[in-house]
């Protein structure tokens, strides 16, 4: 499955890891969408000074966990290691949002493939230049927005190890979980695994 056609904003939503594997956590019991959503606000599981966003957050983390239509992977995200949790959460915003599945591929996977480690803000710069040379949608972005998507992006990059902070140069050389792997290739997402380096 692609991503969504439509490049949709990230500024809000962030990686949600610990609001991903709360949610999963009561998907994994039985509980239906409307279930979690009032049990993560009545009791508030994600422990939020204010309870503003609580509902619209639970829905993102919901959207993704359905985007990835895998009882396995739910599964995964709530009973693996945290780096592999992460990486299908990772996974999951890939398949939802195709500004990070054009950059998780077009600029990491693609480094990847060249053996490129080296990494900069001209990378994720040229990405976006040329989002918007390329997409109408895009170019209506404010350099505000665009500034705020670059930190998110940064973010999961380092969060997922892919990076040691938002100033290295460097890129990681990660290693894909090998359930996660099998998933891909079952769903023969070979594009998908190259944002993990993975190439086999």
Known sequence: MN??????????????????RITA??????LCDDEIVDAIYNENLYQYP???????ITKVCLARLHTLDSEKLVDMIVNDSSDTAKQVCLYAMIKQYRLVYDFMIGVIGEKYRLKDMSYSKMDI?????RLQEQN??????SDSSIQKMKQVLTKILVINRYLDSTKSTQLNSVLIDLELKKILEARNEKKILSAFNCFE
């Open 3 to 20: 991503p969504n056609k439509t490049y949709r904003t990230i500024t809000r939503e962030q990686f949600l890891f610990h609001e991903m």
């Open 25 to 30: 956590s009561l998907m994994v019991k039985g």
């Open 125 to 129: 710069n040229v990405f976006f230049t």
């Open 136 to 141: 109408s949608e895009v170019a209506k972005w």
């Open 50 to 56: 204010t309870m503003k966003m609580v509902k619209n």
